[in-house]
T-cell receptor
Framework: DAGITQSPRHKVTETGTPVTLRCHQT?????MYWYRQDPGHGLRLIHY???????DKGEVSDGYSVSRSKTEDFLLTLESATSSQTSVYFC???????????FGPGTRLTVL | KQEVTQIPAALSVPEGENLVLNCSFT??????LQWFRQDPGKGLTSLLL?????REQTSGRLNASLDKSSGRSTLYIAASQPGDSATYLC??????????????FGAGTRLTVKP
């Protein structure tokens, strides 16, 4: 498995506060992805990156921003957290020329 | 808009039984289809990937088929074991966004194999 870590693994925060989730990979994969997983919805793509400083929106990007200043790190920021953003967030990576994504262990975020 | 549906949402079988999990998608313009396994509290692990030009893929006791024209895929698990208990998700990669590997996931089937 690709070496993917996510931090924090669990977080409880209050509505209106900013939150940043971090994804770190050791595989030098070009592509990185942020998903959220909610009951009954499967995984939905929030944002993705196709290189350092190259990012684009996914299916459910409203309320989220991302940054990638280094190959190994992809940050997901909730500028002002809302209760609807309570979810489990997964990071994934993919090497160029391949179709398989490798997933991190997830971050459980609760917004009160 | 691509919609991916998995039925049933949950399935419980006795050990040793052969079983089939179903996945359907609404738009046949897909690049590939993947089946993933998710254990509780963990991330996803890719099990099988079928390119749009292929009909099936096999890995050990797992066999996945793809009928793109009808928008269906099945995951066949032979001689099920308690260790197969997990949630199984299918995902399709959109053809027009395949360079970025934009996938649409089903909600998953939670499988329990009883000893």
């Amino acid at each position: 498995d690709a070496g993917i870590t996510q931090s924090p693994r669990h977080k409880v925060t209050e509505t209106g506060t900013p939150v940043t989730l971090r994804c770190h990979q050791t595989e030098n994969h070009r592509y990185m992805y942020w998903y959220r997983q909610d009951p009954g919805h499967g995984l939905r793509l929030i944002h993705y990156s196709y290189g350092v400083k190259d990012t684009d929106k996914g299916e459910v990007s409203d309320g989220y921003s991302v940054s990638r200043s280094k190959t190994e790190d992809f940050l997901l920021t909730l500028e002002s957290a809302t209760s609807s953003q309570t979810s489990v967030y997964f990071c994934a990576t993919r090497a160029s020329g391949t179709d398989t994504q490798y997933f991190g262990p997830g971050t459980r975020l609760t917004v009160l | 808009k691509q919609e991916v549906t998995q039925i049933p949402a949950a399935l419980s079988v006795p050990e040793g039984e052969n079983l089939v999990l179903n996945c359907s998608f609404t738009d046949s313009a897909i690049y590939n289809l993947q089946w993933f396994r998710q254990d509780p509290g963990k991330g996803l692990t890719s099990l099988l990937l079928i390119q749009s030009s292929q009909r099936e893929q096999t890995s050990g006791r797992l066999n996945a088929s793809l009928d793109k024209s009808s928008g269906r895929s099945t995951l066949y698990i032979a001689a099920s074991q308690p260790g197969d208990s997990a949630t199984y998700l299918c995902a399709v990669t959109l053809l027009d966004l395949h360079n970025n590997n934009d996938m649409r996931f089903g909600a998953g089937t939670r499988l329990t194999v009883k000893p």
